[in-house]
């Protein structure tokens, strides 16, 4: 009796070590990332303006966050981006995508997406709303939140990402996030803000905690400053010029 306990056992443990050390199966992934405190995920959009850029540019590139799910390789991969419902924009006049590789063993990557300063943006917003494509490496990966634990974020992984872009002085689409620090927006407070802090992007990813607790303080004096010697800075549609 002891012998047939002993030998179920053994034949336990060896059947629990063997389904512990099974490995994933399926084609490996890859969707759009973020943390949720950046508000990329799926109801959000980013957006971009030729407009606010330092110096004029014919072309940029905005990296877009994706996150691989499955396996790790020790081989490189390629990773390409397609348009979905929703596009405005024209590939080839407006942007590019292109498939480009990830070095072995990241999980985590930024996407190179090319845009083009056409003539159109002069005029018009465009929108470039994309989905991860399928390659020979890749298929689209697993959606959802992964809930923050004591040293990580709320996690997103999400399939769809849209871009507004322009050569016009469009509201940022991260303003919202911007609001009590920076006040209202207008195209004359954003290059005011160019000018004193010497940045375009005022995005929480780009000035973090830092930047929002002390560039209105920076912009509040250069305000001052600025309204001593020639009295009230005026927006584009005559409104004063404040900073909270």
Not at 6 to 18: A, G, I, N, P
Not at 122 to 137: G, M, W
Not at 154 to 176: C, H, Q
């Amino acid at each position: 009796m002891k012998y047939i306990l002993y030998v179920t056992m053994v034949f336990t443990l060896f059947s629990c070590k063997k389904e512990a050390v099974e490995t994933y199966q399926g084609k490996d992934g890859v969707s759009f990332f973020a943390y949720t405190y950046q508000q990329l995920h799926t109801t959000a959009t980013r957006s971009y303006s030729f407009a606010f850029q330092s110096t004029v540019k014919t072309r940029d590139t905005m990296y877009i966050p994706l996150r691989l799910t499955g396996k790790l390789s020790d081989q490189p991969r390629t990773v390409l981006l397609k348009t979905a419902e929703g596009t405005t924009a024209t590939a080839g006049v407006d942007f590019e995508l292109k498939e480009v590789t990830i070095p072995p063993g990241v999980y985590i990557f930024n996407y190179p997406l090319v845009l083009i300063n056409s003539v159109g943006m002069a005029s018009h917003v465009y929108r470039i709303v994309l989905e991860p494509a399928e390659t020979k490496d890749f298929t689209l990966g697993t959606l959802g939140q992964t809930p923050a634990t004591n040293t990580v974020q709320t996690e997103e992984n999400f399939r769809y990402l849209k871009i507004d872009v322009s050569g016009m002085y469009i509201r940022p689409a991260y303003w919202d996030l911007l609001d009590a620090d920076f006040g209202e927006f207008s195209a004359e407070k954003y290059k005011f803000m160019v000018k004193i802090l010497g940045i375009t992007d005022f995005s929480y990813e780009n000035i973090g905690s830092d930047g929002l607790l002390n560039y209105p303080v920076t912009l509040r004096n250069a305000l001052a400053a600025y309204e001593a010697a020639n009295g009230p800075l005026l927006d584009e549609n005559g409104q004063e010029i404040s900073f909270p």
